[in-house]
C-alpha cells in the first residue's frame, strides 16, 4: 500500500487526467478499470496492474486482501475524492491503472480468425458490446478503425472484461485497414442496413472480416466499395435500422455458425 502523502496526492491527480483524457493514457500507455469485479478479470486474465484506488469505506472487505495476496499496490483515498475521480453516479469501490495491451494486425492476421472491424464507431457502450460480441462468438479479435478509444473507461465496462481476453489492435483509417486485411488473405464484409446479402449466405473459403461503421453516418462508401461485398441482418417489422452494436452481434453469432 502506498500510504506517503505527496505520493497519494499525485497519484490521485494522475489518475483523475488518465480517466478523463484520451491523450493522457495513450501518453502512457495504460488505462483506468473500475470495480472490484473488472479488477478481478484482469488480473485473473494476467494483465498487468500498477496500482488500484480504493475507498476508504472498502479497505476492510475481501477484494483488498485478494490485492495483497496477489502483491498489488492499492492505496486508500477518502469516499470524497473517490467519488470525484470516477466515470460513474454509483462508483464501484475500486479504480486500477493497467498497462495497455494493444496488439498488431499481424497478430490478429496470422491465425486466419474471424475478425470485427469498428470503423470510426462512436458510442463507448457499443463499442464494448461488440468486444464483449466478438469474444463470445469466437472471434480472434477487434480492430478499432478510428473511432472511439477502446481504452475509455465506458468501453471498458461495457466488454465486461473481455477486453483483457481478446486482442485488440487500434489503427487510424478504416480504408487503410480494410485495404491491409485484403492483403492478408481475408475477404472483408462490410455491414449495412438493406440490400446485402445474409451472413448465413457469405461464402466460406477464406477467413472473414465484418466491418461496421459509425452510429448516425454508416460505412464510407469508399469503404464499402474495398470490401469484399455488403451483409445485412434481414429484419421483420417497421423499425428504421438495427443499433450498431445488435447488427454486429447478429453478423458474428451468423457467421460464428456457418
Known amino acids: 500500500m502506498i500510504n506517503r502523502a505527496g505520493d497519494k496526492s499525485t497519484l490521485v491527480q494522475r489518475v483523475r487526467r488518465l480517466v478523463r483524457q484520451r491523450s493522457a493514457r495513450r501518453d502512457e500507455g495504460v488505462y483506468i478499470v473500475e470495480g472490484p469485479k473488472l479488477v478481478r478479470e484482469a488480473l485473473k486474465a494476467g494483465r498487468s496492474v500498477e496500482v488500484v484506488l480504493v475507498p476508504e469505506s472498502a479497505t476492510s472487505e475481501q477484494f483488498v486482501e485478494e490485492l495483497n495476496q496477489k502483491n498489488v ?17 454509483n462508483p464501484q469501490p475500486a479504480l486500477a491503472v493497467l498497462d495497455e495491451h494493444l496488439v498488431s494486425l499481424a497478430d490478429v492476421t496470422v491465425t486466419g480468425g474471424l475478425l470485427l ?14 468486444i464483449r460480441s466478438a469474444e463470445s462468438f469466437g472471434a ?3 480492430v478499432f478503425a478510428g473511432g472511439v478509444d477502446p481504452f475509455n473507461p465506458k468501453v ?4 465486461a472484461g473481455s477486453l483483457f481476453r481478446l486482442p485488440v489492435v487500434c489503427l487510424p483509417d478504416p480504408l ?3 485495404q491491409a486485411l485484403t492483403e492478408a488473405g481475408y475477404a472483408c464484409w462490410a455491414a449495412i442496413p ?17 466491418i461496421v461503421g459509425n452510429e448516425p453516418r ?7 466499395a474495398a470490401c469484399a ?19 454486429g452481434s447478429v453478423a458474428l453469432y451468423a457467421l460464428s455458425r456457418r
Open 73 to 89: 499496490p492499492w492505496v486508500e483515498v477518502s469516499e470524497q475524492i473517490f467519488s470525484s475521480l470516477s466515470s460513474t453516479r
Open 117 to 130: 472491424v469498428l470503423a470510426e464507431v462512436a458510442d463507448p457502450g457499443n463499442a464494448g458490446t461488440l
Open 218 to 224: 454508416g460505412l464510407a462508401t469508399k469503404v464499402q
Open 229 to 247: 461485398g455488403q451483409l445485412q441482418i434481414p429484419t421483420s417489422g417497421h423499425a428504421e435500422s438495427l443499433n450498431v452494436a445488435v447488427a
Open 194 to 210: 438493406e440490400e446485402g446479402i445474409a451472413p448465413e449466405e457469405v461464402p466460406t473459403g477464406q477467413p472473414v472480416a465484418v
Open 156 to 159: 471498458v465496462r461495457a466488454s
Open 140 to 142: 480472434s479479435g477487434v
Open 176 to 178: 487503410e485497414t480494410v
